[in-house]
């Protein structure tokens, strides 16, 4: 069974930082692409960045320069550290992989609220 657990949220005033973490287990990790997406109320779920197994990452126009997305083989976790954190970067942030041994799995999700 794949459990993906995401942390590393929290409430931080704008312009300050968060670094996400998404544990896997379940799956063979190193061969998993791995990616972010967040929701917020009233806005549909966006993809914020994803990384490939090769380490190759892509991002939102919307986070780029300020958010960066990295990942761990040996410890089968990803992280997202994100700068310079506004408002609108508030919202329920989720763990996304596929595999091609388990297909597509999600985290729970983990808020992250930003104060003006």
């Known amino acids: 069974q794949v459990h993906l657990v995401e942390s590393g949220g929290g409430l931080v005033q704008s312009g300050g930082s968060l670094r996400l973490s998404c544990a896997a287990s379940?799956?063979?990790?190193?061969?998993?692409?791995m990616s972010w997406y967040r929701h917020s109320l009233g806005r549909e779920r966006e993809l914020v960045a994803g990384?490939?197994?090769?380490?190759?990452?892509n991002y939102a126009d919307s986070v780029k320069g300020r958010f960066t997305i990295s990942r761990d083989n040996a410890k089968h976790t990803m992280y997202l550290q994100m700068d310079s954190l506004e408002p609108e970067d508030s919202a329920v942030y989720y763990c996304?992989?596929?595999?091609?041994?388990?297909?597509?799995?999600w985290g729970q999700g983990i808020q992250v609220a930003v104060s003006s």
């Open positions: 996304h992989a596929w595999s091609p041994d388990a297909g597509d799995n």
């Open positions: 379940g799956l063979t990790f190193s061969s998993s692409y």
């Open positions: 990384i490939t197994n090769a380490g190759n990452p």
